[in-house]
């Protein structure tokens, strides 16, 4: 990408068209960039290769500043953002990149599908377990398509959305990661107009009560479980 962004600089004055078109390959080179990582960590899951670094972490406070970085967005789109992440009792082992694209992910996927109303982020305890929410008033995933939410590669089709971007893998990523950390997501949603549901529900057990790979600092393990997500 670094030939491309010198061009924005060099031609930061040139023709509004150049500029449209330079401003084109350079979120399509962003995209593809994305996409090929993407696909380099399903590739790693599946090798068992995928390397993690768990810490204990305050999941409330690092979901919220994750969470912040989309703040910008969502205000530029008319929603409403609410974060509601409550301290938790105890820190939760996480890998931090991992965890990021995790967040992140949701909260694309989020804005991406909900074009009024309220995107809500929170984190609570529940049950010895910490339950991280993603919410919105979106247009909904049809019931048939509930099934094959995580699934790779797979897109709605006709779906109305802010872009026609999307690979169809970024709600998969997200199910193997969670799996990585020993949690579990699951999705809830209607189609149409609705009120603000919870589509996206993750729970992650505390360190003494969740299923430690082997190993120890920096641990190698296979990915296997299941997530929650709203569809957008």
């Known amino acids: 990408m670094g030939p491309v962004q010198e061009l924005r600089q060099q ?7 150049v500029r449209e078109e330079l401003e084109a390959i350079h979120r399509n080179g962003l995209r593809l960039g ?3 990582n993407t696909l380099l960590d399903f590739s790693r899951i599946e090798a068992g290769r995928m390397r993690a670094s768990y810490e204990p972490v305050d999941l409330a406070a690092v979901t919220g500043e994750l969470a912040s970085v989309f703040r910008s967005a969502v205000d530029k789109a008319g929603l409403a953002f609410h974060v509601d992440c409550a301290p938790l009792p105890e820190p939760v082992h996480v890998d931090r990149g991992m965890w990021e694209k995790v967040v992140l ?3 694309s996927n989020a804005l991406k599908f909900t074009f ?7 984190v609570r305890a529940e049950d010895g377990e910490a339950v991280v929410t993603v ?7 049809a019931a048939e398509e509930m099934p094959r939410l995580f699934e790779r590669f797979h897109r709605i089709e006709n779906a109305r959305s802010r872009s026609g971007e999307g690979s169809g893998i970024g709600l998969a990523l997200v199910k193997e990661l969670v799996g990585l950390h020993g949690g579990a997501i699951t999705a809830a949603s209607t189609e149409g ?12 057990r505390p360190p003494a009560r969740r299923r430690r790979p082997a190993g120890d600092g920096r641990r190698r393990h ?11």
């Open 222 to 232: 296979r990915a296997g479980a299941g997530h929650r997500r709203r569809p957008a």
């Open 11 to 17: 031609l930061a004055d040139a023709d509004p068209r």
């Open 193 to 204: 107009r609705h009120p603000l549901h919870h589509p996206a529900a993750l729970r992650l």
């Open 34 to 36: 994305k996409l090929v």
């Open 135 to 141: 919410a919105d008033t979106g247009i909904g995933v």
């Open 105 to 107: 992910n949701l909260l």
């Open 116 to 122: 009024d109303g309220t995107i809500h982020v929170g």
